[in-house]
Every structure is written in C-alpha cells, then in structure tokens.
C-alpha cells in the first residue's frame, strides 16, 4: 500500500455524471439524450442543428416508365400533326388520345402508391447539411424524429433530471 497516493485514482466530481437515458432503439437505430445513432454512422445531439423533414426522390423506375411514355405520345402528336392525320381522326379517336394522354399521369399516381418517396429527415451538422435517416416507414420515421426532437429539446432546457426528485414534499405544520 502506497501513502504517496500516486497509485490512487483522481478524486471523482461529487455530482456523479448520470448515463444518458435512452428515448428510441431498434436494430441499427439509437437514439440516446446524448447520442443519435444510425447504422454505422453517429452524431453528437449537441452538433445537430437545424433539422427538417422531406420526401426522397421518386422511384426510378416510375420515373423513367412515365419519361418513355410521355415521349412516345408526344411522338405520336407530333407525328400525326405532321402528316395531317389529326384533321381525318373521328371524335372517338380524340376522346382516345386524350385517355392516352393521361397515362403518364396515372403511372405517377400508381408508382408513388405502390413505392411511395421515402421520408428523410435532414440537418446540419458542424455547419453541413447531412442526410441523417431515410425510411419508407412512416410510423418509425416518425418515432425517430420525436426522439431526436425530445433529445434536442433536453439539451435546450438544460438536461434531463427529473425536477421532482430534489423537491421535498409538503407537510402541514402540527
């Protein structure tokens, strides 16, 4: 045993540093008062600022279905524009041309109902703006978002003890 107290450890703060309370956790996603986790990437709360929500791009496909289909019928206007052929249509094959005409647009509607943009939640960290998490899930996109808000929102108001707990409760005087 050494007097010298070199072999000591350093005195401990007397206000022990509590572990940050854990406010969202599934399988590649943390979300903690101190830290925002997601896959292999993580950030410091603290160093989030400015944080907005969007939609992805759309689904690429639907996007390049709804492109060639627009062209083809745009060639085809063109096409018969030219050629006079638009003069000698019946008003059957207008109505026709103009239901073929909304096809492009019932492929949007179609492709963003079936694969749906996914949500994006963004801010900026030490001044860069950085894609923090996507999912197609809304629920859990939105569940992830709060928590990062409550955590936010924690580190604003200066922490997370609980104010009721240093309170002594009310005793009428006897």
Known sequence: MQIDGSATHPPRSPKATAAPNLLYARPGIVVTTERFTVGHRSWPVAELTQLWT????HDRLAVRA???????????????????GL???TAGAYLALGAVGLLPVLLVLAGDRWRPPAYELWGRHRGVEVLLFSSDDERQFGQVTRALRR???GLRHGGWEDPLAGATPWRPHR
Not at 54 to 57: A, D, F, I, K, V
Not at 66 to 84: E, R
């Open 54 to 57: 969007t939609r992805g791009p």
């Open 151 to 153: 955590a936010r929102e």
């Open 87 to 89: 003069e000698r249509l």
């Open 66 to 84: 709804v492109a060639v289909t627009a062209a083809t019928i745009g060639a085809v206007g063109v096409l018969l524009g030219f050629t006079g």
